[in-house]
């Protein structure tokens, strides 16, 4: 197990090493680089001269990317063009606010889906099963950008439901421990701060489970509808069990392995989704910062911080995915 | 486990079977192809005895299957009949029929769009200019059935111009992306070796980046942004997914029976790959370029939702006549959202029924 694991550790080092290189080449490669960035396109060829020299891009692409990695390592990714400020202060900030949003967005969908699911296998072909599935299939059709602002409209101007954006109400006196808003109101007794942030996070998070949730739910009924087949249902059926343990130990358990893996490649809807849920509810996390970086004149050193940690998150999250198999299904061994 | 055979269930093939034996599957497989996810074999309603029946009917059935696959893989290396087995599917699901409707109006419509477009889509009318302002842009009037866009310029008509750049842009994200996952997938599976893990890695890395961001990622990079580089960054996004998709499928093949066949009779490798291999794949891929689709033109809404789509004015495309006018005015006339949304859902959904009832027609055993 363990020489397993750090296999894939290994692996998955590779993997970001390579796709950090790729970043690194291409953008100081483009039309429209750094150099570009920071001096606007009617700099003089001194001054370009300078810069060029002051950040290093005449020496030979491997000795930058070299010195880039070098820095990497020790927590250095360099400040950002359009604040000034060190990439990874930039990126602390933001980086709570859409974790907060996917995990509450991840406990919507699986908390949802799998029963639902589950619901539908069981009463397949009645009108619980056909409307989960027409759900299913507007759910993955949608663009969630325009559901998020359809439900923002309907819920926040139309009926005064929730708060149409933002983390927390202006004038809010929360203390800040950890950045997640819901978090740390009940780590410091702030209750009413908790609360305030929750009423802020539930349509986002609603918003950006939808197509998790679409695909959730269709894995757990498909993975279910193959379980129900298998002949030590039937064997648990003949024997008498009753059907509350024929349904949790025989039937959910056999069906979860495919759901597992589902729930971990969704990581990767999340985080794509949170970059438009963001924009729609004015969030302030790393989604608005992805957009912010590309639009306002290229903040590379920003962009770049964010893909990778946005690819470590995804790969690692699927990594223990891979490795929780064993832990669900013994049959599973590990490779 | 031991024995394959045994198991109920049997006549769906397994991951690594052919889809060419296919045909030759017994009656519970081609009843009642209505519900997506529907298992085909041994349904929970079953007796025992029933069955019994069926899985004793399909171990005849099996080696009967084997033999036919033969005999075609030998006779026949196109697999006609698996399409035509296929198509028969197709055309008794209602899924299939009601998305193979949507795409066909939606292709039909953007044909002959300039002939049911009562005007030029770009074209500004004084009639719709005069009533123009910041907070108020003309609804329905005569002549113009939806109103106005918010810079005079007939909505309806450019509605129905955006299906083409819509198909446009879909289709050729699309084919880009095919096109190329399809040479990486067939050069990985076909080499083998070095060569293998080296593309694999490449997908490996490409696949570490969410779809979205991937995309977001590859606009990034160009010095601006156009039609094209929309285009371009929806289709690498999947490029990954049909590499794959490819490798796996000719992986499974190099293993079958009619690779087997073919191999022993003596044909060349060159043409095993070129005409056992690859057209036996390119099933899968075609359905997974139907699904595509709809993810491309999803995804391509969302490029302009953050600004970062096509920059022509005048372009009438569903997806940035939503994601840019949409979002700015959906306060002032939220029709200008409503329509291209709800034409991109109809679209996008209409292309993955499609999509998945191919799949379902293709590989009974993978309905989800």
Do not use: C
């Not at chain 2, 991951?15 to 017994?26: I, K, N, S």
């Not at chain 2, 009656?27 to 069955?51: F, K, Y």
């Not at chain 2, 310029?153 to 750049?165: A, E, K, L, N, V």
């Amino acid at each position: 197990m363990l020489r397993v694991i750090v296999r894939r550790l290994l692996q998955l080092v590779v993997t970001l090493i390579a796709l950090s290189a790729l970043i690194f080449v291409w953008l100081r490669n483009l039309p429209g680089g750094p150099v570009e960035a920071l001096l606007g396109e009617r700099a003089t060829p001194e001054r370009r001269a300078l810069l060029i020299k002051a950040l290093g891009y005449d020496q030979p692409i491997l000795v930058q990317y070299g010195k880039f990695m070098q820095r990497v390592i020790t927590g250095d990714l360099g400040n950002s063009i359009r604040s000034g400020d060190p990439v990874t202060d930039v990126i602390a900030r933001a980086f709570p606010a859409t974790i907060e949003l996917a995990v509450a967005a991840m406990i919507i969908a699986v908390g949802l889906g799998v029963p639902l699911g589950y619901l539908a296998a069981r009463y397949r072909g009645r009108l619980l099963d056909n409307l989960t599935i027409a759900g299913t299939l507007l759910g993955i059709s949608i663009p969630i950008f325009f559901l998020g602002y359809l439900l923002k409209d309907v819920l926040t101007q139309d009926i005064h439901w929730f708060p149409p954006s933002g983390r927390i109400s202006t004038g809010m006196d929360n203390t800040t421990v950890t950045g997640f808003y819901v978090l740390d109101g009940l780590l410091t007794r702030e209750f009413d701060a908790s609360a305030d942030a929750l009423w802020h996070l539930i349509l986002p998070a609603v918003t950006l489970a939808t197509i998790p949730l679409a695909v959730i739910v269709r894995i757990t009924r498909a993975s279910v509808l193959d379980v129900l087949n298998e002949d030590y249902v039937r064997t648990a059926e003949a024997k008498g069990l009753r059907h509350r343990t024929i349904r949790g130990r025989h039937i959910l358990r056999n069906a979860l392995l495919p759901v597992v893996t589902t729930i971990g490649l969704q990581t990767g809807a999340l985080l794509s989704g949170a970059v438009l849920t963001e924009k729609v509810y004015n969030w302030g996390g790393l989604g608005t910062l992805i957009t912010d970086s590309i639009s306002g004149g290229r903040d590379y050193p920003v962009l770049q911080a964010i893909i990778l940690l946005a690819a470590l998150v995804f790969v690692l999250v699927n990594l223990l995915v891979d490795l929780s198999y064993a832990f669900i299904d013994p049959r599973v061994r590990v490779r | 486990m031991s024995d394959p055979t045994t198991r109920p269930g049997v006549g769906k093939p397994r991951t690594g079977d052919t889809p060419t034996d296919q045909p030759a599957e017994g009656p519970a497989a081609d009843g009642q192809p209505g519900q997506p996810g529907e298992n085909p074999t041994g349904q929970p309603g079953d007796s025992p005895a029933q069955r019994r029946e069926r899985s004793i009917g399909r171990l005849g059935d099996r080696k009967r299957a084997r033999l036919d696959e033969l005999a075609r893989a030998t006779a026949d290396p196109g697999g006609v009949s698996l399409y035509r087995d296929a198509l028969r599917r197709l055309r008794r699901n209602p899924v299939a029929i009601v998305g193979a409707v949507i795409v066909g109006l939606f292709v039909l419509v953007a044909i002959f769009a300039p002939l049911i477009a009562p005007h030029d889509p770009v074209q500004r009318f004084d009639e719709l200019t005069r009533d123009l302002t910041v907070d108020s842009i003309p609804g329905a009037t005569a002549g113009h059935p939806f109103g106005s866009d918010p810079l005079g310029r007939d909505f309806f008509s450019r509605m129905i111009h955006g299906s083409r750049q819509t198909l446009f842009v879909g289709v050729l994200a699309t084919l880009i992306g095919l096109t190329l996952g399809v040479l990486l997938g067939a050069v990985a599976g076909a080499f083998g070796g070095w060569v293998d893990v080296v593309l694999m890695r490449l997908t490996d890395v490409m696949l570490a980046l969410p779809s979205l961001l991937l995309a977001i990622t590859l606009v990034a990079m160009a010095s601006r942004s156009s039609q094209w580089t929309v285009i371009f960054a929806v289709a690498i996004v999947s490029v990954p997914i049909f590499a794959r998709l490819l490798r796996g499928s000719m992986l499974a093949q190099r293993e079958s029976d009619h690779v087997l066949a073919a191999r022993a009779l003596g044909v060349k490798e060159r043409n095993i790959v070129l005409r056992h291999m690859l057209p036996n794949s390119l099933t899968a891929v075609i359905v997974q370029a139907t699904l595509t689709f709809a993810v491309a033109i999803l995804d391509a809404a969302a490029l302009s939702f953050l600004g970062l789509g096509d920059p022509d004015i005048n372009r009438a495309e569903w997806g940035l006549m939503l994601g840019v006018d949409g979002q700015r005015y959906f306060e002032v006339r939220p029709e200008l959202a409503y329509y291209p949304a709800l034409a991109i859902i109809v679209v996008a959904l209409g292309f993955t029924l499609l999509g998945e009832a191919m799949r379902e027609a293709i590989d009974p055993k993978n309905r989800r």
